[in-house]
């Protein structure tokens, strides 16, 4: 036995080979720690020892990720950015026989500025651009125009990440505007929405779920000779579920549950809806993003007696809509 066991050298020998071995498996790792490190350090909100996870998470801003539900993210003391927000409805009742058109494209310019950490001021500025005809109860309409401005105060009370997944914040939205949403009168008309705004992150760094509760009151007058008052309300609640499915990339579906009134205060119910669609939110850059989604709407009704057996809320609202929201942040 003892003429048969290794030698010191070869022992030695291989102790070496194993070693080697070792490095060559673990230098790949440390490599790639090195090089994430200083990109962890400088994330927004790190603090250099909380994991990997939840540095990374702080990298993906809410705000704009669902499409026409606006998530929680507020920003950080200094932060600004620039937008440009079209929204487009197509589809009404169409009035009797021949072709019918209802094309509105509302498009706000906005710029937003965070005076302090988590609480943001945005100011819009607006333009509508419809053209209509042949439609129930509207009059035959085609132009552009100024349509009024706002100002958006936001405050974020929870903010989202991988060891406290729940994000929470509340928007007041108060606005003038110089044409009514439906009927394209001119009018002057104040309105205030109250939104709340919560988002999760279901699976830290790949799915993210957003909801929207919201109360939008209006009031005002439309101009001309008549001057007839005008008072209406809307309630809404949002949902949508978007996954990280590639760098910078995400996807998933949205639904949105629409009652419109007649009243300031949800009043006399008119129309409600319910709108199903995808939505794809893409960032460019760690400054430059883009946000798209499409609605159809797939049930709805109308109190009138009139389309009480027909398909679909069509007084208040549209078949479709789609949103198209750009923005830069420096």
């Not at 990280?244 to 009043?267: C, H, M, Q, S």
Request: charged residues 25%; without cysteine.
């Amino acid at each position: 036995m003892i003429g048969h066991a290794p030698s010191a050298r070869r022992i030695s020998q291989l102790t070496m080979a194993l070693l080697l071995i070792s490095g060559l498996a673990v230098a790949p790792g440390l490599a790639e720690e090195a090089k994430d490190a200083p990109a962890k350090s400088a994330s927004r909100g790190g603090s250099g020892g909380k994991g990997d996870t939840s540095d990374k998470q702080k990298d993906v801003d809410t705000e704009h990720l669902f499409g026409f539900t606006e998530g929680s993210d507020a920003g950080e003391k200094g932060e600004q950015e620039v937008l440009v927000d079209t929204i487009a409805r197509f589809g009404k009742r169409r009035d009797g026989l021949g072709p019918s058109t209802y094309r509105v494209l509302d498009t706000r310019f906005a710029y937003q500025f965070n005076p302090a950490d988590r609480f943001s001021v945005e100011l819009s500025a607006f333009g509508n651009l419809r053209r209509q005809r042949n439609i129930v109860d509207l009059d035959d309409k085609a132009f552009g125009t100024f349509d009024g401005a706002s100002v958006e105060l936001k405050y974020q009370f929870l903010k989202g990440s991988a060891e406290q997944p729940l994000g929470l914040a509340i928007e007041l939205r108060p606005r003038f505007t110089r044409i009514l949403p439906v009927e394209g009168n001119g009018a002057n008309v104040f309105d205030m929405e109250s939104l709340l705004q919560i988002d999760v992150q279901v699976v830290p760094g790949k799915i993210w779920y957003g909801s929207n509760i919201s109360f939008e009151p209006a009031a005002g007058r439309q101009r001309g000779a008549a001057g007839q008052g005008y008072r209406s309300s809307t309630f809404l609640w949002s949902n949508a579920v978007v996954g990280r499915i590639a760098e910078g990339t995400f996807v998933g579906p949205e639904a949105r549950y629409l009652r419109g009134y007649d009243g300031a205060f949800l009043n006399r119910l008119e129309s409600e809806a319910v709108l199903v669609g995808p939505v794809l939110h893409r960032r460019f850059t760690e400054k430059i993003w883009l946000t798209v989604a499409y609605a159809a709407q797939v049930w709805g009704r109308d109190n009138d007696p009139t389309y009480a057996r027909r398909g679909f809320g069509l007084t208040q609202f549209e078949r479709h809509n789609l949103r198209v929201k750009f923005g830069m942040e420096f």
